[in-house]
């Protein structure tokens, strides 16, 4: 039987949307001008960290001491959290305070793996993953880095109930369209499991060349880290002290038992009722609702 326009529209439509999933990650190398740019900015020197023995990776955890008039944060991240663990760059001042647990070039599944080690002194008020772009490089597909987003969320909600996402910063050397399927697979997950993904994408427009330094793929200290901190600052508060309003739902009238009466006499004109089971009685003096 022949299928109608509106099956092979749809089934185009799948096919566009798995070769879109599927997409198979070239190796990140220099190309036109317009990925192969670098930052202008400043970064400190790289300290000298730990090596990790369960990811083989420089790890470094931070914990604040406890105040109990403050709202304890823990940032979960790869190297763009460095500057914030070793103190080149503060987070502002507030009702929050925050610790950072960093693991440069970290993706998904490595993060995952040192949160589960990780020796906590107590539970947090809330956990920022900062939604990591080494999966630009390590994941073969865009599936396979949701599906290794999807367990690093499961795997921090275990640790804390109260988690949310903020997006990574974009690269330079990355074309823009594949970092911004990233980010819409890594929301789609973060939606899907009921946590609120913060944009901030926004927020650094790729012709300031200031915000990034020479790599293109980490953050200034004086420009882009400070417009970082600031972020995870703001979303660390909304998530925390700004709760979404819940929905709201109109009462049912409940229905008369019996049958509205009017009683007229003379004419007289009745204006409408907003409410349609109040009941009206008129005289000749007037009318009483």
């Known amino acids: 039987m022949p299928r109608g326009k509106s099956y092979r529209r749809s089934e185009a439509a799948k096919m566009r949307m798995a070769e879109r999933r599927t997409v198979v990650f070239p190796p990140q190398q220099p190309?036109?001008?317009?990925?192969?740019?670098g930052g202008t900015g400043y970064r400190h020197a790289v300290l000298q960290w730990p090596i990790s023995p369960f990811t083989g990776r420089k790890?470094?955890?931070?914990?604040p001491a406890e105040s109990p008039d403050k709202k304890f944060v823990l940032l979960v991240g790869a190297s763009h959290l460095r500057a914030i663990v070793d103190g080149f760059v503060k987070m502002p001042e507030g009702g929050l305070s925050f610790g950072a647990m960093s693991t440069p070039g970290a993706c998904?599944?490595?993060l995952r793996?040192?949160?589960?080690?990780?020796?906590?002194?107590?539970?947090?008020?809330a956990v920022c993953v900062m939604a990591p772009?080494?999966?630009?490089?390590?994941?073969?597909?865009?599936?396979?880095?949701?599906?290794?987003?999807?367990?690093?969320?499961?795997?921090v909600s275990e640790r804390c109930p109260n988690v949310f996402v903020l997006d990574f910063p974009p690269r330079l050397k990355v074309e823009v369209a594949q970092q911004d399927f990233m980010r819409q697979e890594f929301r789609r997950v973060a939606a899907r499991m009921g946590m609120k993904y913060y944009s901030m994408v926004e927020y650094f427009p790729l012709d300031r060349l200031d915000l990034w330094a020479g790599d293109g793929v980490h953050l200034s200290d004086r420009g882009g880290m400070e417009i970082l901190v600031d972020v995870l600052w703001s979303a660390a508060y909304k998530q925390l002290y700004c709760p979404a309003p819940a929905p709201q739902v109109s009462p049912r009238p409940s229905m008369p038992r019996f049958t509205p009466i009017v009683v007229v006499?003379?004419?007289?004109?009745?204006?409408?009722?907003?409410?349609?089971?109040?009941?009206?009685?008129?005289?000749q003096g007037g009318k009483v609702g």
């Open 265 to 283: 006499k003379g004419e007289v004109n009745v204006p409408r009722r907003l409410n349609p089971y109040e009941w009206t009685l008129v005289g």
């Open 31 to 37: 190309g036109t001008a317009s990925s192969a740019r």
């Open 108 to 110: 998904a599944a490595l």
């Open 133 to 155: 772009s080494n999966n630009l490089t390590s994941s073969r597909t865009i599936e396979e880095a949701g599906a290794d987003f999807g367990k690093l969320l499961a795997t």
């Open 59 to 63: 790890h470094k955890l931070v914990i």
């Open 113 to 125: 793996t040192e949160v589960v080690h990780a020796v906590l002194p107590r539970t947090p008020d």
